[in-house]
Structure formats: structure tokens, C-alpha cells
């Protein structure tokens, strides 16, 4: 166990040397930004896209005969669409015959889009040589939209040294930002208090918020009060009575935040069942306030609370109890004595008793055998569950249950079977022995 926390301390002590770092280079960047900013900045001509935000598709276009009318049409299904992982160089070998051979068929924002498509696909080299075959074949040069999309967010983390260089080469070639470099770049940012920085800072340069409104809530409902993210709202034309369900589990997010469970689960039933709102629960909905009882080490309520949303809102949620409690608590929990009959239980949810087979991946056992070879469980097989572990599943469910359908996150207010049954599977933190000096010393 000492150990365990010992690792922890080490982690923790290093994340905050690369947080310090990170928010350097990010401030660095927003210095950039409003250098290469006129007082007010023009809408770009090119469309804002997020590649990370693109609808899934299977199957790859068939290749068509390149001509005029429809090679646009084909560049824009290869780019605009996720595919599988291993259909990259596929798509990356059409687009580049595309380029070598019919360049000057090849419309601006297709372009654009190729290069973005290599830039997201972290295959910048590729990128750039397309901007170059560009330049050469065409009247198309390396202007702001190119930059643009060479500045945004990639599949992998931000790395900020090339758009520091791309930033100072847009200065050099007398550039100037336009809506477009705002938006990717704040996409691109990796801390929350640098993205509403950002963002703070769109009015004062003319700057419309809303292509990246519904990122920005995300990031606010994480820091603000449910007013403010309301008056966040409304400045972009919504209220609780025009909300989708994103929306609202932002909102509701910001209820959890301020310890409100009651009003947020009021607020999301009221939406919910008045007809006249888009806004209705989903999958979203019951995660974000299960993530939230995860992050306070209340297992106990997770379960709970999975009860009485099942029961207010006739759906099943059990398989995505299980998924948040296995991949954002059991591996990083402090250990307690069920943790084995409870892990293979929630296993079990997923891999025996539902249609979703597939949400767990290898990761999720390799991370569950490391975590029990740990704390001294060496044979541990999670997908091996046995009578009694389902036993003591099924008494879970049904014992940990608010009375009278009335939420009672507060665990001394529950009864005592409810309370014995959560002290089963709640962590209780042993006394260290060692003051912090003894600790430092040893590590290093």
C-alpha cells in the first residue's frame, strides 16, 4: 500500500511541473495570437471544421472517374468522414494521386481539407508537401486558411512548439489571423483556464463565440455556477426551454459541481418530462452524475442512483454504471476487501448480461490485472466470476436503494442495511506511518 501511495506522490509531483510548463507555452501562444490579431477580425472565407467532431462511416467512398464534377464531391467524403484507423494510408494514397494528377480540379476548400486531414492524422510532413505541390501547380498559396488548419487540434496531444513557429511565420509572411485561427487554436489548448481565457477574449476582437459554443460550455460547466453557464447560454440564444440533452447535462454538471444533487436531478426530471423542451436524459445524462458520486469515492451511490434513475425514467443503465465504475475508479481507487467480487460483477454486467460486449477492450482487463497484481492478487482473472461474486451483486442492487424513492446521497441519513453494504465497498484509508520527509527521502 505504501508503495502505491508513494507512486502516486511521484505522479502527482510530476503532472504539476508539466501543468506549470504547459500553461507557459499556452500563454506564450494567446501572446501570438493577439500580435498577429487586427483590432477586429474578420470571419474566415473557409469553413470552421473540427475534425475530431466528424460522423463515423464504415465503408470508404467507391473511387470515382476524376473528373470536375465529382472529384471535389470524393475529397470531401475521404476527409469529412472517420474511418477506421487502418484505412489512413488508403485515403492517404487516393488524396495524393488526386493532387499529383488532377491539381487544378481541386477547389481551395478541398485543399483545406486535405491538408487538415494530414495535419489531424498527425502526418504533418505529408501535409506540407501537399502545400507545396500546391503552390507549384496552382494559383493557391500558403495563406491564413492553410495555417489555420496546421494550428488546430490533432488526434494526439497539443504539442506547442510548432504553433509558436507557425505563429511567428504568420507574422513574418505579414499574415493576419482571422475568426478560424481563434477557434482551432482554442480547440487546440490543453487547460481549461487558457481556453476561457480565449475565450473571454473573442468579444473584444469582434469575435463570434458560437462555432465553438458547445466545447466552450463543456469547459465552463466544469469551473462556473449554473447561473453563469445559464448567462452563457442565453448570450448564444438558449434556454431551459430550447436546451438539447447535451445542454442540459452540462447543466446539470454544474448543479453536481455546487453539491446539489437534488436540484440537479429536479432540473434534468423537469426538462425531461415537459414536452414542449428538445432536451430528454440520456446515456450522457445518468454518466455525468455517476462520474460525479465516482469522484467523491461514493461507489455506493453510483449504485444507488442507477436504481431510482431506472426507475424514474424506465431505461437501462446498469451496462454504463459499470463502464464509468471500471474505467474512471476501480484501477485507481485506494483497495478495499470486495474489490475482486465487486470488479468481476461489474465485469460480468458488461461481458455476459447486456448487448454492449464491446465496451469493454483489452486495455480495460490489462489495467484490472495490474491493479490487482498491485495489492497481492496475482491470480485475479476478472472475467472469471463466480456464484458468489454474482450473489453479492444482486445483493448490492437490491440493498443499496433510497427509501421511498427519494435521493439521500448523504450516507449516515440512509438506513442501516444501506449504510453496512456501502462500508463494504467503500475504501477506508490506512494510517501511514511515515511523515512526509521519510516519504520524499525514499523516493528519492
Avoid at 468522414?81 to 491539381?103: G, M, N, R, W
Avoid at 454486467?349 to 498491485?374: D, E, G, M, S
Wanted: hydrophobic content about 40%; aromatic content about 12%; glycine content about 2%.
Amino acid at each position: 500500500m505504501l508503495i502505491a501511495s508513494r507512486l502516486r506522490f511521484r505522479a502527482f509531483s510530476t503532472s504539476i511541473r508539466a501543468l506549470n510548463s504547459v500553461v507557459d507555452l499556452e500563454g506564450h501562444v494567446i501572446s501570438l495570437l493577439r500580435t498577429v490579431s487586427p483590432p477586429t477580425v474578420p470571419p474566415a472565407a473557409v469553413k470552421y471544421k473540427e475534425f475530431a467532431d466528424r460522423s463515423k462511416r464504415w465503408l470508404l467512398p467507391q473511387v470515382p472517374d476524376l473528373d470536375e464534377s465529382v472529384v471535389n464531391k470524393y475529397v470531401f467524403e475521404l476527409t469529412n468522414y472517420s474511418y477506421a484507423p487502418e484505412t489512413f494510408s488508403t485515403v492517404k494514397d487516393q488524396l495524393l494521386a488526386i493532387v499529383e494528377s488532377v491539381p487544378d480540379l481541386i477547389s481551395k476548400q478541398s485543399f483545406v481539407d486535405i491538408v487538415q486531414y494530414f495535419h489531424f492524422n498527425m502526418d504533418d510532413s505529408t501535409a506540407n508537401e501537399v502545400i507545396t505541390q500546391m503552390e507549384r501547380t496552382t494559383s493557391f498559396q500558403l495563406d491564413i486558411d492553410f495555417h489555420n488548419v496546421l494550428l488546430a487540434f490533432t488526434a494526439t496531444k497539443t504539442v506547442y512548439q510548432p504553433r509558436i513557429d507557425r505563429l511567428q511565420q504568420i507574422q513574418t509572411q505579414g499574415l493576419s489571423a482571422n475568426a478560424n485561427t481563434w477557434y482551432y487554436l482554442y480547440r487546440a489548448l490543453r487547460t481549461g483556464s487558457k481556453r476561457l481565457e480565449l475565450l473571454d477574449l473573442m468579444p473584444e476582437y469582434g469575435i463570434s463565440q458560437k462555432p465553438v459554443f458547445f466545447s466552450a460550455a463543456h469547459e465552463l460547466s466544469k469551473r462556473s455556477t449554473h447561473e453563469q453557464l445559464l448567462d452563457f447560454y442565453a448570450q448564444n440564444g438558449y434556454t431551459l426551454q430550447n436546451i438539447n440533452s447535451y445542454l442540459l447535462n452540462r447543466l446539470a454538471a454544474t448543479f453536481l459541481n455546487e453539491r446539489n444533487v437534488m436540484g440537479a436531478f429536479e432540473l434534468v426530471k423537469r426538462i425531461h418530462f415537459d414536452n414542449s423542451i428538445p432536451a430528454t436524459v440520456n446515456m450522457g445524462t445518468y454518466s455525468t452524475f455517476n462520474k460525479h458520486f465516482l469522484a467523491e469515492n461514493q461507489v455506493y451511490n453510483s449504485i444507488a442512483f442507477c436504481n431510482e434513475f431506472q426507475y424514474v425514467f424506465r431505461k437501462k443503465f446498469s451496462h454504463i454504471m459499470a463502464l464509468d465504475i471500471i474505467n474512471g475508479y476501480l484501477s485507481s481507487c485506494t483497495y478495499f476487501e470486495k474489490w475482486p467480487q465487486l470488479t468481476r460483477y461489474l465485469v460480468n454486467i458488461l461481458v455476459n448480461n447486456t448487448t454492449q460486449k464491446n465496451f469493454l477492450l483489452p486495455r480495460h482487463f490489462k489495467v484490472l490485472a495490474n491493479y490487482a497484481r498491485l495489492h497481492g492478487l496475482d491470480e485475479f482473472k476478472c472475467r472469471k466470476v463466480e456464484v458468489e461474486d454474482l450473489a453479492f451483486g444482486q445483493k448490492l442492487i437490491n440493498t443499496l436503494r433510497w427509501e421511498n424513492h427519494r435521493l439521500c446521497p448523504e450516507l449516515e441519513e440512509n438506513n442501516t442495511s444501506f449504510i453496512e453494504m456501502a462500508n463494504q465497498i467503500t475504501p477506508h484509508q490506512p494510517q501511514d506511518q511515515l511523515d512526509p520527509s521519510q516519504i520524499l527521502r525514499k523516493i528519492h
